[in-house]
């Protein structure tokens, strides 16, 4: 499975971006699609999920600021990103894996940076 991440970019604080994320490959019947996110200095963090079923789930510091959402005509997973704050600049980077089994494959990532 490989995992092409992109939309990143420069944006003003209070901006919207919106990340893709294209799927491709021996993809399971069941699985989650998560963005995770990287700051300098700091540990990667789960930000959201998307299931094969269309179950969403966030971190609480980005609900109802995102939203995750997939693309039925192909495979692809956005991720809607609204009233951006400097704090959310990082690597955005998107991981797929079958239900229950965590992000087995990653994208590249993709750089959000967030002027104050």
């Known amino acids: 499975v490989q995992l092409q991440a992109s939309g990143g970019g420069l944006v003003q604080s209070g901006g919207s971006l919106r990340l893709s994320c294209v799927v491709t490959?021996?993809?399971?019947?069941?699985?989650?699609v998560g963005w995770h996110r990287q700051a300098p200095g700091k540990q990667r963090q789960w930000v959201a999920h998307?299931?094969?079923?269309?179950?969403?789930a966030y971190a609480g510091s980005v609900r109802g600021r995102f939203t995750i959402s997939k693309d039925n005509a192909g495979f692809t997973v956005y991720l809607q990103m609204n009233s951006l704050q400097p704090e959310d600049t990082a690597v955005y980077y998107c991981?797929?894996?079958?239900?229950?089994?965590?992000?087995?494959?990653w994208g590249q990532g993709t750089l959000v940076t967030v002027s104050s």
């Open positions: 991981g797929y894996g079958r239900i229950g089994a965590g992000p087995g494959n």
């Open positions: 490959g021996s993809i399971h019947s069941t699985w989650t």
């Open positions: 998307i299931t094969s079923f269309g179950s969403t």
